[in-house]
């Protein structure tokens, strides 16, 4: 609801005059059955031929009128509508950006790109039917009971027991119907997941042999959909039936009063007529209203989605640096870990435990592990994608703290494990390492990555198109971009993310070659599950279920550290035997 | 057009043969319709009259009104109910066709070739069979409720004003047209905005997609501006194009109320001087102006609306047809009646001259020849990309071979059916598959019949015990949707449980620890190795450690074999064998 009239407040001029111009239509609107109530009474009882002529034309004059007012409406609430919505989905995509990794892991990538997309979308429509209908309806219905009371006010207590009734049917059914229709939309999930789930594993649904029970597993959810489908139909099956009895019903009371009141001399037969007109236009605005209600509370429940993300706390703190802390000189390590400890939230034990070591300026650290023995984590601390619970991390002499993150990790290059393209040339791609790079830097940097032969043989070469997310590309190719990508932009602190598993050992063996080579000597951070990628490392970090287990080089390792002996051993025995 | 037309008509005789099941109810619901109509219709008239009866003062025939009256209850009553019975029975059709679309899509799924569903993303296929299908009975059940009873009340009301006087009937069928030129004028102009409007959404979509989608890349590169400022520009773009295009189409309803409010005005002229010239006649009452008022306002009211249904149906048309599309693919050739079941399967493969290619105008695999002996072992090796995967959707039949044969126990295997031969394969893939379920129900896919020791057994072999164990169900943990939150490596030794529940006499093994670290790796390797003793069994693998021992290996590079033979032959061929195996001990 708060984000909700937080988009009318966003244009409180609109938000105000749409419905007060709808309101001039209404009342227009509302004039109608009146003037053919007098047509009826003094024109043609009458014999007023001329009256009937002038009659008709304040008709004419009114739809012109009418039409003036609405179209004034409709331009002021599709401004607001579709203004606020503008900025909302700007406000949201600004403030997704500035998302950690832990937030971005909590909301997941899908949610995210539903409230950007769908669910602003539906607040929109919803801020346009508030403006335009929803206002418009309450207007006609309680006009219609005033209009009356200006006729009869005995007869307008029919309105005013009919009207009530009418809001409790029209309410109750809204009411019973919403949490049916949010079971429905549940239930659509999980045909949507068999669904899903059976496409993206044709081949072991296949080589299993489990296409029956599949079908079987599908049947079942789909049948059950369908019969709450009905069960919810029913409900709202109800609503037009009932609301058009009691309207009806209070036509036909309507009737034999006016008979009474018209008998006595209290009102006339055209009043009879204009009040039964004024009954019948009540139930075309309570139909028109029960369908705005649906949209507007679906836009109600889409804006506290987005609310929700929006009062998520983005970014990160920034801590001023301490007084007296040394000015780095070229002696100053590169990146110190004291005693860093991490938990990812929901995780039970700390990924990281106890880490400490000391990367210089220049040197090679290669790290490896088993799965899942936080080789990721610790590197993804260096560039604070996640903030280590305990301990500190130091970049250049200072804590990640008291850099401002973006000029933090723009001296820090990462190829993660995943390669990750987006759509565009080669060129595009690269640029993000750099925006300022020249091609010669870029060919450079291809020439490193060894992606600069198949890059060249690509038509367009750096122009080559790149499809989302790469998939133009071999699993390869999309490797050696991503590596070159990080190399562009010269960073002082480079981290390899298991970003070879993916190259054949020739190639893998002729990049690490050209990591060494590179201009800059920066510090360099490997993640590998082969001892043969990391065996020249300077530092080699040996994980083991979150803790150091071992420090040193390739040679000291193999002393004394059992665990990395026997990864060693796991990948060499077979070719040195 | 005139094509899509044709589209449109073709696709409607479709879903007129899913409505046949629904025969009784659909003309239930049609006599409903006509009963709902033509009482609907004849209320109005019955107010008219009823309004004739109270002239004056002292001019009321009650005794004739109250009779009336009653009648006017009963009719009310009846409409109502008849409304409601036939709302439900058009949600029953519409519900009922769309579950029977739904499940027709599944089912043709699972007989669809894998050629087909290999080049269409997962997610256009599941927007078929779920977002598609949704707009259609969205479609549907508009075009029941509001395009059937539309018509009927538009010529049920041109039948009750001809009843009730020519001259204004004649008036209000001259002028409603001008309400549908109205629309359609506005609507055309609309089109385009609404197009320029759905690509530019799109062309968001697309950006947000990746920008969200790979956020941590964006945020690792400091990328964040840039994307705000792409972002703005498109933004700009959207807003000052769906302006324009919600405001020019919240323009239909106020014009054509307009021009349905000047008609009106002219019935209110014509009725009035009719009953002032003719007033001694009596041909029209003021009664019967009130209700010729009524139906004018209700015989304009359809046209509003069918306008908006047909927009509707055909949108829901274009789904349908999406939805057709999938049932109506063509289906792998089925197994012929008399084809073999393997049984007692020994393990001889053999392939002869076999190629094949995905697309006809890139050959891939060409005149690859290999014979295997029951209990034989043949590794695949090669760089990314250069066919592995391709022989084994060969050997498992996802695809069938353009050329040459693939022969099991001498059987070629196009001979056989499916599932018995698939049955005597065992695979383990890269590309991991976990069903959502619990972790037992996982290890059991193949053989759902397996008991607890089994199952426990299985996932011993595979050195999935001890993960298992420290989950927060053991066996009975839940999983989500594709494995949920197990590592890769987890969910891969999950894989290679099911393989040691079935071991069937043939195993393919793709890929199939690349994600385990090597030290659980050395020790599964182990026990593959027990488990290929006397079977057959195909291994794909970058790690060249893992092939050495196979007794032959294909080399294959961009699609074709380049060298055959075993790990000592190649190494002394000193071709691309030798030097894949030499550039994974540089330093």
Same mark, same amino acid.
């Given at each position: 609801?708060?984000?909700?009239l937080?988009?009318?407040?966003?244009?409180?001029?609109?938000?105000?005059?749409?419905?007060?111009?709808?309101l001039?239509?209404a009342?227009?609107?509302?004039?109608?059955?009146?003037?053919?109530?007098?047509?009826?009474?003094?024109?043609?009882?009458?014999?007023?031929?001329?009256?009937?002529?002038?009659?008709?034309?304040?008709?004419?004059?009114?739809?012109?009128?009418?039409?003036?007012?609405?179209?004034?409406?409709?331009y002021?609430?599709?401004? $607001?509508?579709?203004?606020?919505? $503008?900025?909302?989905?700007?406000?949201?995509?600004a403030?997704?950006?500035?998302?950690t990794?832990?937030?971005?892991?909590?909301?997941?990538?899908?949610?995210?790109?539903?409230r950007?997309?769908?669910?602003?979308?539906?607040?929109?429509?919803?801020?346009?039917?508030?403006?335009?209908?929803?206002?418009?309806?309450?207007?006609?219905?309680?006009? $219609?009971?005033?209009?009356?009371?200006?006729?009869?006010?005995?007869?307008?207590?029919?309105?005013?027991?009919?009207?009530p009734l009418?809001?409790?049917?029209?309410?109750?059914?809204?009411?019973?119907?919403?949490?049916l229709?949010?079971?429905?939309q549940?239930?659509?999930?999980?045909?949507?997941?068999?669904?899903?789930?059976?496409?993206?594993?044709?081949?072991?649904?296949?080589?299993?042999?489990?296409?029956?029970?599949?079908?079987?597993r599908?049947?079942?959810v789909?049948?059950?959909?369908?019969?709450?489908?009905?069960?919810?139909?029913?409900?709202?099956?109800?609503?037009?039936?009932?609301?058009?009895?009691?309207?009806?019903?209070?036509?036909?009371?309507?009737?034999?009063?006016g008979?009474?009141a018209?008998?006595?001399? @209290?009102?006339?037969?055209?009043?009879?007529v204009?009040l039964?007109?004024?009954?019948?236009?009540?139930?075309v605005?309570?139909?028109?209203?029960?369908?705005?209600?649906f949209?507007v509370?679906?836009?109600?429940?889409?804006?506290?989605?987005? @609310?929700a993300v929006?009062?998520?706390?983005?970014?990160?703190?920034?801590?001023?640096?301490?007084?007296?802390?040394?000015?780095?000189?070229?002696?100053?390590?590169?990146?110190?870990f004291?005693?860093?400890t991490?938990?990812?939230?929901?995780?039970?034990?700390p990924?990281?435990?106890?880490?400490?070591?000391?990367?210089?300026?220049?040197?090679?650290?290669?790290?490896i592990?088993?799965?899942?023995?936080?080789?990721?984590?610790?590197?993804?601390?260096?560039?604070?994608?996640?903030?280590?619970?305990?301990?500190?991390?130091?970049?250049?002499?200072?804590?990640v703290?008291?850099?401002?993150?973006?000029?933090?990790?723009?001296?820090?290059?990462?190829?993660?494990?995943?390669?990750?393209l987006?759509?565009?040339?080669?060129?595009?791609?690269?640029?993000?390492?750099?925006?300022?790079?020249t091609?010669?830097?870029?060919?450079?940097?291809?020439?490193?990555?060894?992606a600069?032969?198949?890059?060249?043989?690509?038509?367009?070469?750096?122009?080559?198109?790149?499809?989302?997310?790469?998939?133009?590309?071999?699993?390869?190719?999309?490797?050696r971009?991503?590596?070159?990508?990080?190399l562009?932009?010269?960073p002082?602190?480079?981290?390899?993310?298991?970003?070879? #598993?993916?190259?054949?050992?020739?190639?893998?063996?002729?990049?690490?070659?050209?990591?060494?080579?590179?201009? @800059?000597?920066?510090?360099?951070?490997?993640? #590998?599950?082969?001892? #043969?990628?990391?065996?020249?490392?300077?530092l080699?970090?040996?994980?083991?279920?979150?803790?150091?287990?071992?420090?040193?080089?390739?040679?000291?390792?193999?002393?004394?550290c059992?665990?990395y002996?026997?990864?060693h051993?796991?990948?060499?025995?077979?070719?040195?035997? | 057009?005139?094509?899509?037309?044709?589209?449109?008509l073709?696709?409607?005789?479709?879903?007129?043969?899913?409505?046949?099941?629904?025969? !009784?109810?659909?003309?239930?619901? !049609?006599?409903?319709?006509v009963?709902?109509?033509?009482?609907?219709?004849?209320?109005?008239?019955?107010?008219?009259?009823?309004?004739?009866?109270?002239?004056?003062?002292?001019?009321?025939?009650?005794?004739?009104?109250?009779?009336?009256?009653?009648?006017g209850?009963v009719?009310?009553?009846?409409?109502?109910?008849?409304?409601? !019975?036939?709302?439900?029975?058009?949600?029953?059709?519409?519900?009922?066709?769309?579950?029977r679309?739904?499940?027709?899509?599944?089912?043709?799924?699972?007989?669809?070739?894998?050629?087909?569903?290999?080049?269409?993303?997962?997610?256009?296929?599941?927007?078929?069979?779920?977002?598609?299908?949704?707009q259609?009975?969205?479609?549907?059940?508009?075009?029941?409720?509001?395009f059937?009873?539309?018509?009927?009340?538009?010529?049920?009301?041109?039948?009750?004003?001809?009843?009730?006087?020519?001259?204004?009937?004649?008036?209000?069928?001259?002028?409603?047209?001008?309400?549908?030129?109205?629309?359609?004028?506005?609507?055309?102009?609309?089109?385009?905005?609404?197009k320029?409007?759905?690509?530019t959404?799109?062309?968001?979509?697309?950006?947000?997609?990746?920008?969200?989608?790979?956020?941590?890349?964006?945020?690792?590169?400091?990328?964040?501006?840039?994307?705000?400022?792409?972002?703005?520009?498109?933004?700009?773009r959207?807003?000052?194009?769906?302006?324009?295009?919600?405001?020019?189409?919240?323009?239909?309803?106020?014009?054509?109320?307009?021009?349905?409010?000047?008609?009106?005005?002219?019935?209110?002229?014509?009725?009035?001087?009719?009953?002032?010239?003719?007033?001694g006649?009596?041909?029209?009452?003021?009664?019967g102006?009130? *209700?010729?008022?009524?139906?004018?306002?209700?015989?304009?009211?359809?046209?509003?609306?069918?306008?908006?249904?047909?927009?509707?149906?055909?949108?829901?048309?274009?789904? *349908?047809?999406?939805?057709?599309?999938?049932?109506?693919a063509?289906?792998?050739?089925?197994? *012929?009646?008399?084809?073999a079941v393997?049984?007692?399967?020994?393990?001889?493969?053999?392939?002869?001259?076999?190629?094949?290619?995905?697309?006809?105008?890139?050959?891939?695999?060409?005149?690859?020849?290999?014979?295997?002996?029951?209990?034989?072992?043949?590794?695949?090796?090669?760089?990314?990309?250069?066919?592995?995967?391709?022989?084994?959707?060969?050997?498992?039949?996802?695809?069938?071979?353009?050329?040459?044969?693939?022969?099991v126990?001498?059987?070629?295997?196009?001979?056989?059916?499916?599932?018995?031969?698939?049955e005597?394969?065992?695979?383990?893939?890269?590309?991991?598959?976990?069903?959502?379920?619990?972790?037992?129900?996982?290890?059991?896919?193949?053989?759902?019949?397996?008991?607890?020791?089994e199952?426990?057994?299985?996932?011993?072999?595979?050195?999935?015990?001890?993960?298992?164990?420290?989950?927060?169900?053991?066996?009975g943990t839940?999983?989500?949707?594709?494995?949920?939150?197990?590592?890769?490596?987890?969910?891969?030794?999950?894989?290679?449980?099911?393989?040691?529940?079935?071991?069937p006499?043939?195993?393919? !093994?793709?890929?199939?620890?690349?994600s385990?670290?090597?030290?659980?790796?050395l020790?599964?390797?182990?026990?593959?190795?027990?488990?290929?003793?006397?079977?057959?069994?195909?291994?794909? *693998?970058?790690?060249?450690s893992?092939?050495?021992?196979?007794?032959?290996?294909?080399?294959?590079?961009?699609?074709?074999?380049?060298?055959?033979?075993?790990?000592?032959?190649?190494?002394?061929?000193g071709?691309?064998?030798?030097?894949?195996?030499?550039?994974?001990?540089?330093?």
């Amino acid at each position: 609801m708060k984000i909700f009239l937080r988009c009318l407040r966003m244009y409180p001029k609109e938000t105000i005059l749409a419905p007060l111009f709808k309101l001039l239509e209404a009342c227009f609107d509302l004039c109608v059955p009146l003037v053919v109530a007098a047509i009826i009474d003094k024109g043609i009882k009458g014999n007023d031929t001329a009256l009937v002529w002038q009659l008709c034309g304040v008709l004419v004059l009114l739809a012109f009128v009418g039409l003036g007012w609405a179209i004034t409406a409709q331009y002021f609430s599709a401004k $607001a509508a579709v203004g606020s919505a $503008a900025r909302m989905r700007r406000e949201l995509f600004a403030h997704m950006q500035s998302f950690t990794y832990a937030q971005t892991d909590r909301m997941g990538t899908s949610s995210m790109i539903t409230r950007m997309t769908s669910d602003v979308n539906q607040l929109q429509t919803g801020v346009n039917i508030t403006l335009r209908l929803l206002l418009r309806s309450p207007i006609i219905v309680f006009g $219609a009971m005033i209009m009356a009371f200006t006729i009869d006010a005995g007869l307008a207590l029919i309105f005013v027991a009919a009207i009530p009734l009418l809001a409790v049917v029209v309410f109750g059914v809204m009411l019973g119907g919403i949490p049916l229709y949010r079971k429905v939309q549940n239930r659509l999930d999980r045909v949507t997941a068999v669904t899903r789930e059976n496409l993206s594993g044709v081949r072991p649904v296949r080589a299993f042999r489990k296409e029956g029970s599949e079908i079987d597993r599908f049947a079942a959810v789909n049948r059950e959909q369908t019969s709450l489908q009905n069960k919810a139909g029913i409900l709202t099956a109800v609503m037009n039936p009932v609301t058009y009895v009691i309207v009806n019903l209070a036509v036909i009371l309507l009737i034999r009063q006016g008979a009474f009141a018209v008998h006595e001399g @209290g009102i006339t037969q055209g009043q009879v007529v204009a009040l039964v007109n004024y009954m019948g236009q009540i139930l075309v605005e309570l139909v028109k209203m029960a369908t705005s209600i649906f949209t507007v509370t679906k836009a109600v429940a889409c804006g506290n989605r987005i @609310g929700a993300v929006l009062d998520m706390p983005a970014g990160m703190a920034v801590t001023p640096a301490p007084d007296g802390t040394p000015i780095p000189s070229a002696d100053t390590p590169a990146v110190v870990f004291d005693k860093v400890t991490m938990t990812y939230e929901g995780g039970g034990a700390p990924s990281l435990h106890d880490i400490s070591f000391t990367a210089k300026r220049g040197m090679t650290v290669g790290i490896i592990g088993g799965t899942g023995s936080g080789k990721t984590t610790l590197v993804n601390l260096i560039p604070r994608f996640y903030e280590a619970d305990e301990g500190t991390v130091s970049v250049f002499g200072l804590p990640v703290q008291c850099y401002d993150p973006e000029a933090l990790r723009e001296s820090i290059g990462v190829v993660p494990q995943k390669a990750e393209l987006f759509k565009g040339t080669v060129r595009s791609n690269l640029l993000w390492g750099k925006e300022t790079a020249t091609d010669e830097e870029l060919w450079e940097a291809l020439e490193a990555a060894q992606a600069a032969d198949f890059v060249r043989e690509k038509e367009g070469q750096l122009d080559a198109p790149v499809e989302q997310k790469g998939r133009n590309l071999s699993g390869g190719q999309k490797q050696r971009l991503t590596i070159a990508r990080a190399l562009v932009g010269k960073p002082e602190i480079l981290i390899l993310d298991d970003s070879a #598993s993916a190259l054949d050992f020739a190639t893998d063996a002729k990049l690490r070659a050209a990591l060494r080579e590179l201009a @800059g000597d920066p510090t360099v951070f490997i993640i #590998s599950q082969r001892t #043969s990628s990391i065996r020249a490392a300077d530092l080699i970090i040996v994980l083991d279920e979150g803790r150091a287990v071992g420090m040193g080089t390739h040679e000291e390792l193999l002393r004394s550290c059992e665990v990395y002996r026997e990864i060693h051993e796991s990948q060499f025995k077979g070719g040195e035997a | 057009m005139k094509q899509k037309h044709t589209n449109t008509l073709a696709t409607m005789k479709k879903v007129l043969r899913y409505l046949k099941h629904y025969r !009784l109810l659909f003309v239930l619901s !049609l006599l409903l319709a006509v009963v709902v109509v033509g009482l609907t219709l004849y209320l109005p008239i019955l107010t008219g009259d009823a309004i004739d009866l109270i002239i004056a003062p002292g001019q009321v025939d009650f005794e004739a009104l109250s009779p009336l009256l009653l009648r006017g209850v009963v009719i009310i009553c009846i409409t109502a109910l008849c409304q409601w !019975l036939m709302n439900i029975s058009n949600n029953r059709i519409t519900f009922g066709v769309v579950r029977r679309l739904r499940q027709d899509a599944f089912v043709r799924i699972q007989s669809l070739p894998l050629s087909y569903l290999d080049r269409r993303p997962v997610g256009d296929t599941v927007s078929r069979v779920i977002a598609d299908a949704d707009q259609f009975t969205d479609g549907l059940l508009m075009g029941f409720s509001q395009f059937f009873t539309g018509i009927l009340t538009i010529l049920g009301t041109l039948c009750f004003m001809l009843t009730l006087n020519l001259p204004m009937t004649v008036w209000v069928v001259v002028a409603t047209p001008l309400s549908l030129f109205v629309a359609s004028f506005i609507a055309k102009r609309t089109y385009n905005l609404f197009k320029k409007q759905s690509e530019t959404r799109a062309e968001q979509t697309a950006l947000i997609d990746e920008m969200i989608g790979s956020h941590k890349a964006v945020v690792a590169f400091a990328h964040e501006d840039e994307a705000l400022r792409d972002f703005d520009e498109i933004n700009g773009r959207l807003e000052t194009v769906s302006r324009k295009a919600v405001f020019f189409s919240s323009l239909v309803n106020p014009s054509t109320r307009f021009v349905n409010n000047l008609v009106y005005a002219g019935v209110a002229l014509i009725g009035a001087l009719i009953c002032l010239s003719d007033a001694g006649n009596l041909t029209l009452t003021v009664g019967g102006l009130s *209700a010729f008022l009524t139906y004018a306002g209700q015989y304009t009211k359809p046209f509003n609306e069918i306008s908006g249904v047909v927009t509707e149906l055909q949108n829901s048309m274009a789904c *349908a047809a999406r939805l057709f599309e999938l049932i109506e693919a063509e289906t792998e050739i089925p197994d *012929a009646p008399d084809a073999a079941v393997l049984t007692d399967c020994e393990g001889r493969v053999e392939l002869s001259d076999v190629s094949f290619s995905y697309t006809p105008d890139k050959p891939l695999i060409q005149d690859l020849n290999l014979a295997l002996e029951s209990g034989q072992r043949v590794a695949i090796v090669g760089p990314t990309g250069c066919g592995k995967t391709t022989v084994i959707n060969l050997l498992m039949r996802f695809y069938d071979v353009c050329d040459g044969s693939i022969q099991v126990d001498g059987t070629d295997i196009r001979n056989m059916t499916r599932h018995s031969l698939r049955e005597n394969y065992g695979m383990v893939l890269q590309e991991t598959w976990l069903s959502a379920g619990t972790v037992r129900d996982n290890i059991a896919f193949g053989r759902p019949d397996a008991s607890d020791e089994e199952v426990v057994a299985a996932a011993k072999a595979a050195h999935a015990d001890g993960f298992i164990r420290r989950l927060p169900e053991g066996y009975g943990t839940v999983l989500g949707e594709d494995g949920g939150s197990l590592s890769q490596g987890q969910k891969q030794l999950l894989c290679i449980a099911r393989l040691f529940l079935c071991l069937p006499p043939m195993l393919i !093994l793709d890929e199939a620890t690349s994600s385990i670290d090597t030290r659980t790796e050395l020790r599964i390797q182990n026990a593959f190795a027990a488990l290929m003793k006397g079977r057959t069994s195909f291994i794909v *693998a970058h790690r060249l450690s893992t092939v050495k021992e196979a007794d032959v290996i294909l080399v294959m590079k961009d699609g074709h074999v380049i060298e055959q033979g075993d790990h000592k032959t190649l190494l002394e061929k000193g071709g691309f064998y030798a030097e894949l195996w030499g550039s994974q001990f540089e330093a």
